[in-house]
């Protein structure tokens, strides 16, 4: 029983010490996304016929986005 108390403690402190991390990387992803974001309105906002190109360009990004925040999780 003590054993599985101290596997359990440490498990749930390595958890706590994962969460940091976690944030961090989460972090750098939106931080990519924000810059993707205003790198695609830089090329694509100016010009009203461009506007689906801006659309798929943001989209890019945040797919782009939505998989860096998948792998920061996994």
């Known amino acids: 029983?003590?054993?599985?108390?101290?596997?359990?403690s440490i498990l749930i402190a390595l958890?706590?010490?994962a969460l940091p991390v976690?944030?961090?990387?989460?972090?750098d992803?939106?931080?990519e996304y924000e810059s993707e974001?205003?790198?695609?309105?830089?090329m694509w906002g100016d010009d009203p016929d461009d506007d689906y190109m801006?659309?798929?360009?943001?989209?890019?990004?945040?797919?782009?986005?939505d998989s860096c925040?998948?792998?920061?999780t996994s």
């Open 1 to 8: 029983m003590k054993y599985i108390i101290l596997i359990s």
């Open 15 to 17: 958890e706590y010490l």
């Open 22 to 27: 976690m944030a961090g990387c989460v972090s």
């Open 29 to 31: 992803c939106k931080d």
């Open 37 to 42: 974001v205003d790198s695609c309105k830089i």
């Open 54 to 65: 801006l659309k798929s360009c943001i989209d890019d990004a945040k797919d782009e986005y």
């Open 69 to 72: 925040e998948g792998e920061c």
